[in-house]
């Protein structure tokens, strides 16, 4: 086992941390400012739960030959049954009702979620009511190390906690259930995972310089990414205009980190939630445990979501779509 120094070698020096945020918190030498994962100052141990919960080194998804979209009980197309609760997510609003459910109904104490940019960098957030649930809602494309909220939130003690996450951040919450060196109330308090599909995130501080220079001012109220061939990236504005720059301006605030990701469907979480293509409503699911289906099955006896199948030309794109993420080489 290994600790800071080989992260510092191995991940922050090359500039591979993602922001994850699965180590800030777990020691005080490790925070999150400005959109960043940060060393603070001399940690002189030999191995360290840093290292054990890093997504960039205990990377065990992604071969070429196996399932392109993970393990899975099913998939389906779902969103909100309440048209409010649409109006202000991402796509079909499933995420948000998910989370609205599991703590209306007591099975999470607390939701881990990622605020939006009215406060400067996006971050993790502790959400207990509704109103702290929905003002998370929306999509940030960049790594905001909301996991430091998950570890701020189990510190002293076991909280059932329902986190919303990236790939990566659902590699992190399964390394550090499995890791000898975790504190039982992290490994206990993983109640459920809800995973987000990601082809990359963006530097929080690029991104944000860019904004600027285009005079935009946050908080922006949407970000999008349109599936291909639309190219674009989208940003919608307090004013409720949406600007629209070509993928290639953003490009290369894309996170160096991310292209050593193989995982598009966050293949660790017990669902898993994403767009489907040409009907912006809608979300893909995918249920890939006994604890995501249960929760589901929850979600449609007490008429939380609409649910359907998801039409099978949508499921070979998401496939093809998430193999070729597997194949992306690192440059
Ligand atoms: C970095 C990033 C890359 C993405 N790439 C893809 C992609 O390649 N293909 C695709 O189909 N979809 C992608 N998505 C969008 C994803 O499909 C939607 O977030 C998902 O479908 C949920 O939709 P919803 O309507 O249920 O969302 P909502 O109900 O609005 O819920 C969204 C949830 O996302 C959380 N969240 C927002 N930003 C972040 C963040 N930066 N890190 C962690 N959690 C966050 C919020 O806490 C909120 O709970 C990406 C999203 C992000 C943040």
Redesign the pocket.
């Known amino acids: 086992m290994k600790g800071i120094r080989a992260i510092l070698a191995e991940v922050f020096k090359p500039g591979l941390c993602v922001g ?1 945020g699965g180590c800030v918190g777990l020691c005080p030498y490790i925070s999150f400012y400005d959109g960043k994962v940060i060393y603070t100052d001399e940690c002189t141990r030999d191995e360290g739960r840093c290292y054990e919960v890093c997504p960039r080194i205990q990377c065990s998804i992604g071969q070429v030959d196996e399932e392109p979209i993970g393990p899975y009980l099913a998939i389906l197309r ?3 049954r309440n048209t409010e ?2 109006q ?12 609205l459910l599991a703590l209306k109904e007591g099975l999470i104490k607390k ?6 940019d009215s406060q400067g960098a ?1 971050s993790g ?1 502790i ?1 207990q009511t509704e109103e702290e ?1 929905m003002a ?9 190390g ?1 996991l430091e909220a998950f570890n701020r939130a189990v510190k002293e003690e076991t909280i059932p906690c329902g986190i ?3 790939p990566c ?1 659902a590699e992190s919450l399964r390394s550090m259930q499995a890791s000898p060196l975790s504190h039982p109330q992290h490994k206990d308090s993983v109640t459920i995972v ?1 995973g ?7 530097d929080y501080r690029s991104l944000n310089r860019f904004l600027k220079e285009k005079n935009l001012k946050t908080p922006i109220i949407k ?3 349109p ?1 291909p061939p639309a190219n674009v990236f989208q940003v919608t504005t307090r004013d409720k205009e949406t600007i629209e720059f070509p993928l290639d301006d953003i490009r290369s605030f894309v996170m160096p980190g991310c292209a050593f990701c193989r995982d ?1 469907t966050a293949e660790k979480a017990d669902l898993s ?5 040409g009907m912006e409503e809608w ?2 699911l995918i249920i890939r445990t006994k604890i995501g289906q249960e929760l589901l099955e929850l979600a449609d006896k007490k008429g939380v979501l609409e649910l359907e199948q998801l039409p099978r030309s949508n499921l070979e794109h ?1 496939k093809e ?1 998430s193999l070729a ?1 597997r194949r992306r080489k690192p440059h």
Do not use: H
């Not at 998370?136 to 905001?144: D, H, L, P, Q, T």
């Not at 987000?196 to 963006?202: A, D, Q």
């Open positions: 994850c779902s969103r909100a609760i649409r202000t997510t991402q796509y079909g609003g499933t995420i948000t009702a998910l989370i939701a881990v979620l990622t605020s939006d996006p957030v959400a649930v998370c809602s929306g999509s940030r494309y960049v790594g905001a909301s919303v996450g990236l951040q809800l987000l599909f990601c082809t990359w995130s963006l970000y999008d990414i599936p598009m939630v994403g767009t489907v293509e979300n893909t998401l779509a993420k």
